[in-house]
Structures are given as C-alpha cells and as structure tokens.
Nanobody
Framework: QAQLVASGGGSVQPGGSLRLSCADS????????IAWYRQAPGKERELVAS???????NYAAFVKGRFTVSRDKAGNTLYLQMNTLEPEDTAVYYC?????????WGQGTQVTVSS
C-alpha cells in the first residue's frame, strides 16, 4: 500500500504563493505520484494538474497559468507551485499515484486563501 504524504499547505492571503510536495513516506519508489487534485467543501474532487513520466503536463482550466507541476529527478516527489492564489483555490489538495492499475491517494493538505 502506498503511504503518500502531501505537505506544504497553509493559509495565505489572495495573491500569495504556496508550494505543495507529495511523496511516499516510506520512500517506496514504486509509488510515484503523478497528479494533484483538490476538493472544496461541498464539491467533488477535481483534477488540478498532472505530469506524466513522458513529461506531458495537463492543467485544469481554472489554473490559468498560475500553477506549475513538477517532480524531482528521481521521480519520487511531485510538486505543485501555486502562485497568485485566489479564495476560490481554498480546498484540500490531494496527490495521486497509480500502480498496477490501482489508484493511491495521499491524505491531503489544506490550502486556505483568505484576507
């Protein structure tokens, strides 16, 4: 079982920045995170950004060039640099890995954007 840990969330003012990180806490190289999702209260979980191992990126329309997804050289840690944050970005952010056709999710990290 993967033990993905997402970190880096927090409370920021509109226009601020955060950098999220996600990796398997046991450093199990089989579980390489590939995507970030988020879920706001009362809403369904939605894709924020994904990064394939072919380096193809996919961003949700609401990102509008504000976020950048990347990973470290070993491919074990996935990052999400979030700039120009808006109150609408407030949500719990989750990372996901896929192995053997199964999806594995991290526990989520809270991002709150408020003045």
């Amino acid at each position: 079982q993967a033990q993905l840990v997402a970190s880096g969330g927090g409370s920021v003012q509109p226009g601020g920045s955060l950098r999220l990180s996600c990796a398997d806490s046991r450093r199990d190289a089989r579980f390489k995170p590939i995507a970030w999702y988020r879920q706001a209260p009362g809403k369904e979980r939605e894709l924020v950004a994904s990064l394939s191992f072919g380096r193809d990126t996919n961003y949700a329309a609401f990102v509008k060039g504000r976020f950048t997804v990347s990973r470290d050289k070993a491919g074990n840690t996935l990052y999400l640099q979030m700039n120009t944050l808006e109150p609408e970005d407030t949500a719990v952010y989750y990372c996901k890995a896929i192995l053997g056709g199964h999806e594995y999710w991290g526990q989520g990290t809270q991002v709150t954007v408020s003045s």
